[in-house]
């Protein structure tokens, strides 16, 4: 028996179903993007539905080349289904503020920023700044406009305290829950003290960053009490006032925190904490806890105060530009111009909501989408800004049929069915499944007498 998995023997109930679900091959699942229903729509692949959480599937056989392509224009998403409780466990609403503390992949960004709108915002943190491009390829595919970047030590995250409605902490772990899909951490020695250590210190700034009255979800992947209910354990202590709120799932089989590992007794509001158990739901291993900051606040160390100045405040918003190839073409209403625009006069030019709120005292990474794609002297739109506005186009877009949609991924010319008047520069690309991306619409007669246009799929989402 592996010596990791042997170590719960007694914490779990039936340990010989436990070791042998965290033996077996993790089922694929996926969420469809709530706003791209016609872009999913183009998959027929057989799945079934994730009964807790709206709009989840689980997949029954394998990827092919229709579920791809519905990947690809940002209709689905891949996440393990026990990570969804994370989100699901915050319960984000239209119009909040929250921080996503240790963001990377994106995969948790991407639902918060869906739960909270237009009118609210995510801020996406993470230390690395190589992870942090992953979490912007994640925005850019599924077209989240109201996402902040930062990347700062989440430990130490330079902002004014009491700021956000509501806090994510998916915390490094040593990952034991994931050992369906990466067997090797059962086989890698673990340093559990240091990872203690560090989400402790995770933990307690998300307390000092949450407003009074606000949440925060601690999360790990591991079976760990010690990255867990141990942790839970010395926050709480820390921070009096601070609670772990009783929650549960509809729908999915889990079970409390424990109180008590090794001699160690922990606090006993860590037994509201929910854990996943591999043979439970046929799922990964996962821990997740909602906390409830006192709405008086409680500061049992030197508090960190925002830089002197104005609080809070909108970016700079700019109508997009009225004279200049290729917005004008496009026949944007004004009222989406209003609301809608870009960081003007800069190599960073970004598409983002109106009502997007930056970070006090830090430098942003990135805000919203990217609106431009930068590589061309007629600063065409990206493909991103493309499928985030295409809803909203009047002008500047021409037909494809629904068969030469993959030829669009393949980045080959497409054939035209109906354009509009001004469809004879970069357009917007549409299908009966929606809008799909931009493309040179120089229309041109080839020898079967049709017009076509060069895609403009950019080849690291994958196409060719």
């Not at 806890?289 to 100045?309: E, F, V």
């Amino acid at each position: 028996m592996n010596s990791i998995l042997e170590r719960y023997t007694g914490l779990v109930d039936d340990h010989s179903a436990f070791t042998d679900a965290c033996s077996q091959p993790l089922p694929e699942t996926v969420w469809m993007h709530p706003l791209r229903e016609a872009a999913a729509a183009l998959s027929h692949l057989d799945r079934d539905a994730v009964s807790w959480r709206q709009h989840a599937w689980r997949l029954r056989a394998e990827r092919d080349e229709e579920f791809t392509r519905s990947w690809l224009l940002g209709g689905w998403h891949f996440q393990e289904e026990s990570a969804l409780l994370a989100a699901r466990l915050l319960d984000a609403a239209p119009g909040e503020y929250i921080l996503d503390l240790c963001a990377a992949p994106g995969n948790k960004t991407a639902e918060l920023a869906l739960s909270v709108g237009l009118t609210g915002t995510v801020v996406a943190n993470d230390i690395s700044r190589a992870r942090a491009g992953i979490i912007q390829t994640t925005v850019n595919r599924l077209g989240l406009v109201n996402v902040v970047m930062t990347i700062q030590d989440g430990t130490r995250w330079p902002g004014p305290s009491n700021a956000f409605d509501a806090v994510m902490v998916d915390a490094p772990c040593s990952c034991e829950g994931t050992c369906r899909k990466n067997p090797d951490v059962l086989v890698a020695q673990q340093n559990r003290e240091a990872h203690q250590a560090l989400q402790v210190r995770l933990l307690s700034e998300a307390v000092r960053l949450v407003r009074p009255g606000g949440r925060i979800c601690y999360a790990t992947c591991t079976f760990a009490p010690e990255e867990n209910e141990a942790v839970l354990d010395r926050v709480l202590r820390r921070h009096p006032g601070v609670t772990v709120e009783p929650a549960s799932i509809s729908g999915l089989r889990t079970d409390p925190g424990i109180t008590q590992w090794k001699g160690a007794t922990y606090h006993p509001d860590v037994r509201n904490a929910l854990r996943l158990w591999p043979h439970r739901n046929d799922t990964g291993g996962f821990f997740a806890a909602l906390l409830r900051k006192p709405d008086a606040p409680s500061r049992p160390h030197a508090d960190r105060t925002a830089p002197s100045g104005p609080g809070p405040a909108h970016p700079r918003i700019h109508g997009l530009p009225s004279g200049e190839s290729p917005w004008v073409h496009l026949g944007l209403p004004a009222s989406v111009s209003e609301s809608l625009g870009c960081l003007a006069g800069s190599k960073y030019d970004r598409l983002v909501n109106a009502a997007i709120r930056l970070p006090v005292g830090i430098e942003p990474s990135a805000v919203g989408l990217p609106g431009r794609n930068l590589k061309y002297g007629d600063r065409r739109l990206s493909t991103a800004a493309v499928q985030f506005l295409a809803p909203h186009v009047t002008d500047g877009w021409v037909d494809i049929p629904e068969s030469a949609i993959q030829w669009f991924l393949d980045r080959k010319d497409v054939p035209v069915t109906r354009a509009s008047a001004s469809a004879d520069q970069l357009a917007v690309l549409v299908a009966r499944s929606g809008p799909i991306g931009l493309g040179l619409a120089e229309p041109f007669r080839n020898e079967e007498q049709t017009d076509r246009v060069r895609s403009r799929f950019p080849k690291i989402w994958g196409g060719r």
